[in-house]
């Protein structure tokens, strides 16, 4: 596991693993700190995700970020700050849920 990076942004703290984002942005080319500005996006819809992940609790969440890029960010609550795990661009099915 690499080194925390934490972020705040407008009174919320968001954390991450720095060898998460590595691995996002070589796959997908999503830095987590844009991914974090999607949760500033008032449009923005947030799902839990269901599957198991040893009790602990994740979202999904599809919006707009702060590089007009709709992004898929899966994250979760790590009191007090908000962990993302993930991020890649939203798929054409997700577009059309955000556009409901």
């Known amino acids: 596991m ?4 934490i972020m705040n942004a407008y009174g919320l703290v968001f954390e991450w693993d720095e060898d998460k984002e590595s ?12 991914a974090v500005s999607v949760f500033f996006d008032p449009y923005a819809i947030t799902d ?3 599957r198991n992940y040893d009790g602990e609790v994740r979202y999904i969440m599809i919006g707009m970020s702060n ?3 709709l992004l898929k960010v899966i994250w979760t609550d790590r009191d ?3 962990r993302i795990i993930s991020a890649w661009r939203a798929t054409a099915q997700d577009k059309k849920d955000y556009e409901r």
């Open 67 to 69: 590089q007009n890029r």
């Open 23 to 34: 691995l996002a942005f070589k796959e997908h080319k999503v830095y987590f700190s844009e």
């Open 80 to 82: 007090p700050n908000t």
């Open 48 to 50: 839990e995700d269901y």
């Open 2 to 5: 690499g080194r925390a990076v």
